[in-house]
């Protein structure tokens, strides 16, 4: 009868070593799946993106207020604005001709970036221009982001590249853009400014 216990026993132990091996495989898993999921959607496909530019946004005052990427794809440009900081509502956000940003008003970035000489507006029909993109909408906690395309744009080369010959910068403007309005959407002054530069990579 002991040895039927001892055997007993013996299967027990094993039973329960099985169990909690096949515990920590399942936790293994959960704990891999969870990781893939927890890493954003930009950051999961920025490894097969193409080539992209940076602009670090800054206020007349230095103080930091977000990003804009652009990245190349097989039709353009991809854009992907995040801010913080900014004024709560509507705000008009173009890419501009010149990479200069000097303050306070930013002026040095020079007009909307239109290499193909349309007039400014999504809802224009002489538009729009190769910088123009839908309002940034900024909520209560001063964050706000925005994505959109530049069809037929480059990053560099040919007629329609960004980054020529003096560069672009990327504003966020004070007011509501328009859409209209030329040259700029009625979108008032200009509240942060950035340089694009080439990603290493």
Not at 63 to 76: E, L, N
Not at 172 to 186: F, L, R, Y
Request: with cysteine.
């Amino acid at each position: 009868m002991r040895g039927f216990w001892m055997i007993g026993g013996m299967g027990l132990v094993l039973g329960l070593g099985a169990c909690q091996n096949e515990a920590r495989q399942n936790e293994a898993r959960q704990n891999d799946a969870e990781a893939t999921t927890a890493v954003p959607e930009t950051a999961r496909t920025s490894a097969a993106a193409g080539p992209s530019a940076m602009a670090t946004l800054k206020t007349a005052d230095g103080r930091s207020a977000g990003q804009a990427i652009v990245t190349q794809d097989p039709a353009g440009l991809r854009m992907v604005l995040d801010v913080q900081g900014m004024p709560i509502g509507s705000h008009g956000v173009h890419i501009h001709e010149t990479g200069s940003c000097d303050g306070p008003d930013f002026k040095s970035a020079g007009g909307h970036w239109n290499p193909t000489g349309k007039k400014h507006g999504l809802a224009n029909d002489a538009g729009s221009h190769m910088g123009d993109f839908d309002n940034l909408s900024v909520g209560a906690n001063g964050a706000g982001h925005l994505e959109g395309p530049i069809a037929g744009a480059a990053l560099s080369g040919g007629p329609n590249a960004l980054l020529d010959g003096d560069g672009a910068a990327f504003i966020v403007h004070a007011g509501k853009d328009d859409q209209m309005t030329d040259p700029s959407g009625d979108s008032g002054d200009r509240l942060a400014c950035g340089v694009f530069q080439r990603s290493p990579g």
